[in-house]
């Protein structure tokens, strides 16, 4: 079998934890396996390169600081090699232009274009185990290039394409995708097989366990994924196309996300096209925008209300203001506010089970926790809260749908 | 002009040093001339990094080792050029695989092929600032390789043969070739030139201001060299083919070395070709030898003394161990010490004026200073003395042709 596995920054974060990986990487080779591993930064290397940046230029270019970080990654797959080596194994460590990881030329947050797979099959053919160091690749310019926030998870499921690998493990410091984050809601519990959808809807309503890129490549081409952790040995949550829907509840799992600004642009002049003039100057700025409500109109003004990531906070206000300024929207005032979280239930069977959304709002009904909006989709339904609510929330939703 | 500037780690240890040498880097090209710039790792980073490798694997093979210490210049590199570009002037950092330096095979030790000039030249056509990470390069497998020690001056020496530069400069934290180590000889003086060969015997005689691999690469190919610091701002010594003579001294410069073990093999049985038995032993295991003294033999034994790096000396007494046990070699005895020096002058002038060695000894004898052997070359002379006589001697051999 030939297996890709990612081992995350934290996982790598000291020698005694490089020792266990090493162990867990060998391990997979002994079995006879084909092992091609990606490794992160080790720890808190990348702040630590970053911070050195500042120290010196507070506003580097993108070029150089890629040029920065890719070393990282460089120093994690060599010090892996050495331990690797020291315990008898055969292992060669590759940065990404090695490897030939062909990548757009937006510094920081380059795509892959793609991989080339001759050196890694060299390397597989004499038996060796191959490191590679994720986040990283090569433009055209044969300059460096980052791949931005989950990179090492998509350099990860990329080789797992370009190999047509049979499983492509992602080491984390959990043991899997859970019904609900375990750290909030006691009684979650681990999802064997998840399909990529569910996984997408999850990781986006921050259950940040895997990235959305990665999640999205690995449907694209159909390849499967394993998340489990590097620490407890146990086995992880599948995620695939299909998952077996025998017993198979509605709902696969329920997430929260703080990092929410709410807008409310109040008093809207009510012409048509008003929507459509307000979300294009928002995506012109590349604003992604969440939920939505609109009010009925009263009269000849009406409100529209959405939701943003808490990082676009500033940058919205500003556009928003900006607009009303140079009369390009009319309103009348302009609400911002960062006490919201969304509530997300996520599950493929859903969309056949309509009493699904009613099931959550009785939860919620129940535990006495009022609801500002509401967004659906084929498999997940969000609702916007206090955000002093949101733990409870979870666990009145997820004590619903799981006991 | 076409410049390349070399700085070594301790002149980049820190963000004030960098911003430093980011001035001396942009006058240089505010000047009008093309600069190109290779820089070491920052301060201890080396060290630091063979440490993390050493708590991971106390014997790492040196290609993972090569993979993780390239790590230490792309830093340097990256954190100058951020430096740069946040003065205002164009600049970018290169690898040496993207510079395209080509080296042999031996990871650690690696010896440049060649340099690509195409990627440099286009960047300087564009005028900017390139800096290129010293010390590494890529071997015919493309993976990478270090240079070893020194390695970042032979880059240095290297880029300006490829691009055949006007000058080569290499900073460092002294201003320039002393007539003997300023912190020993405090009437030493800076030397306004020196020719290749003198610089080549000052260098192992352990005048530590260049690395022979350097000196030897730029006299190949006539580049012309200046050594200066990166703290003072003072012109430093130009290292070229010939000197001029008018008002030359004999002796250059004044040297001397503690890193050195005597051996003498006492009783050696008198046959013929003992020695080059003896040599080809050393010669085989490579052991470099320095200074040789041979007895005249005594009835039909003879003693051979020499002396080796001190890094040699375990090494040196086992193969000569091993040899009397295997009966490859003869002899009574065997005496090591490391309680010896060497002291040098060197000079361009010697070789047509005989009294300089005989100037030597006097100082030494005024100064009540014994002799143990005693090395001649056209453009040197050693003598092995005390290590406790050695910066007494080095003063007084100093004083006698400087004063």
């Known amino acids: 079998m030939l297996i890709v596995q990612k081992f995350g920054g934290s996982s790598v974060a000291n020698p005694e934890r490089v020792r266990n990986v090493a162990g867990i990487i060998s391990r997979a080779y002994q079995q006879g396996n084909d092992v091609v591993v990606v490794l992160s930064a080790q720890g808190d290397t ?7 940046a500042k120290q010196i230029n507070p506003k580097p270019s993108k070029r150089e600081m890629d040029m920065l970080l890719a070393c990282g990654e460089q120093e994690s797959v060599a010090l892996m090699a050495m331990c690797i ?4 194994f055969p292992v060669v460590s590759l940065t990404g232009w090695q490897v030939g990881v062909h990548t757009s030329s937006a510094y920081g947050l380059a795509r892959i274009y793609s991989v080339d797979s001759t050196r890694i099959r060299e390397e597989l053919d004499r038996r060796r185990i191959v490191l590679v160091a994720g986040f990283q690749g090569i433009n055209r310019y044969y300059d ?5 926030r989950g990179g090492s998870d998509t350099t990860a499921v990329a080789l797992a394409v370009a190999l047509k690998a049979d499983l ?9 995708v859970y019904t ?11 999802i064997e097989e998840i399909t990529y959808d569910e996984m997408l809807e999850l990781a986006s309503l921050g259950a940040q366990v895997l990235h959305n890129r990665s999640v999205e490549m690995a449907k694209r081409y159909g390849v499967r994924m394993e998340v489990l952790s590097s620490f407890s040995g146990n086995p992880g949550t599948i995620v695939k196309e299909a998952v077996n829907t ?8 329920v997430a929260q996300d703080k990092s929410i600004a709410r807008f409310a642009v109040v008093g809207l002049k009510d012409v048509p096209g008003i929507a459509y003039k307000l979300f294009s100057l928002l995506a012109k700025n590349k604003i992604n925008v969440d939920i939505i409500l609109q009010s009925i109109g009263r009269g000849n003004t009406k409100d529209i209300s959405f939701t943003v990531s808490s990082d676009n906070k500033e940058l919205c206000k500003q556009v928003i203001e900006e ?13 911002v506010s960062t006490d919201v979280a969304k509530v997300s239930i996520v599950g493929a069977g859903m969309v056949d089970n309509p009493g699904v959304a009613a099931t959550m709002f009785e939860a919620l009904f129940e535990a006495g926790i009022n609801i500002h909006m509401i967004s659906t989709s084929e498999i997940k339904v969000s609702v916007l809260i206090n955000i002093e609510d949101s733990e409870r929330a979870m666990r009145a939703v997820h004590a619903k749908f799981f006991q």
Chains 1, 2 share one sequence.
């Open 46 to 52: 990348t702040d630590d390169l970053i911070e050195k």
């Open 85 to 88: 080596e020291g315990m008898g």
């Open 144 to 148: 460096v290039t980052t791949l931005g």
């Open 168 to 176: 492509c493990q992602i080491y984390t410091d959990v043991d899997g």
């Open 180 to 190: 609900a984050d375990p750290r909030h809601v006691p009684d979650a519990t681990k």
């Open 246 to 253: 025998v017993e198979k509840t509605y709902v696969s799992g």
């Open 323 to 335: 607009a009303k300024r140079t009369n390009d929207l009319q309103y009348e005032s302009l609400d």
